[in-house]
């Protein structure tokens, strides 16, 4: 699929490194030209010789390096002839050093020099990703064009379970296939450019390390919103409860348990959001008290005090500035009723309502109401084409 593509891959020095391995290989197999960049960091946690082996092409190290294979100025040459440069692992660093206008080793005067794509999949540390200042760098970046995969979250090298884990080279592949289509095929890219947050799943609410309070959400709605969204060219962030579900393809997922969880990954990803759509079944109550024992079959009665979690809705309905926010509303009675009263206390730009008995099913009959109270009814639609039909309805605001 990537035949006569020419595709940098920038290599820099995070312990990722080694997964550079792997797309190099699922490249080539693309039938794409491959060239690899590293830093000098990068070629301390991983060999040249094992990526150029892969590439079967000289690996690109130092921008003062004679002539590399008959490309006299190696770095402008590369730089012309390349339909896309792939950062990855892409560091802090390099993220701020891009974002700040500097070139002063090879893949960053590649970058500069550079019209082709990019596509940047950085992967550190969770505190790093968070802070500000990098956030403020990826903002920049995407404004200028350039495209970001992941991180994702999952066990980091530090030992610690939270986001910044570089997307898996398979993803990273099919982002760059798709870029380079400029196209999804069969679908129209009418959210190319736009940052999506979707949440999905139920929560878990502790109250043992073995019990929980939960519903019977099964994430099908969110995740196929996620599909929907990233078919269509949105950059998309899922933040997920447990869930049976696999992660679509090219979507950053964040897996989190409770509503705490929930509350705090939609905030932490909620800046530079065009869109955020809140599927997710979160818990109104959790215990008061989660016991740190499981708890023994004793007594005949026991008494469970619950607490009202965190409002995530409304903490994004009044944080929201220019972000388009969408809730949903699962009912059993007084539908309309109740979800335009949703909407109203919670600043919402679009609900849609369904009945609670679709919770788990893979169709559903869902109405989409906006805020001049116009109300749009579906028939039963599977999931995925309900997805596309809210799609169109947050496309229209
Ligand atoms: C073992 C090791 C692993 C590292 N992993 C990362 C990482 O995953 N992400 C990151 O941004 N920096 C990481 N660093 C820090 C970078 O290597 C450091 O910021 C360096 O200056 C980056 O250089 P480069 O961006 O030019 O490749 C790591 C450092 C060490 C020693």
Redesign the pocket.
Known sequence: MLNGKTIIVGV?????AYKACELVSRLKKQNADVWVVM????TK?IGPITLRTLSGNPVVTDLFADELAGLPVPHIALAQKADIIIIA?C????IGKIAGGIAD?ALTTIVMASTARKLIAP???CE?WRNPLVQKNVNELRVAGHEFIGPEAGKL?CGVEDIGKMSKPRAIVKQAIKLLAGDVEGSTPDLHGKRVLITAGGTREAIDPVRFIGNRSSGKMGYALAEAAQKRGADVTLVSGPTALAAPDGVTVIKVEDAKGMHEAVLANRPGQNIIIMAAAVADYRPTITYWQKLKKESDTIKLELSKTVDILADLGRLKNGTRLIGFAAETNDHIENAKTKMSEKNLDLIVVNDASAIEQDSSEIKIIDKQGKIEEHPELSKRESADRILDAVLRL
């Open positions: 820099t020095g995070g312990i990722a830093t000098r960091e990068a946690l692992p560091t802090a660093n390099i080793d992967a550190m540390n790093m090298a």
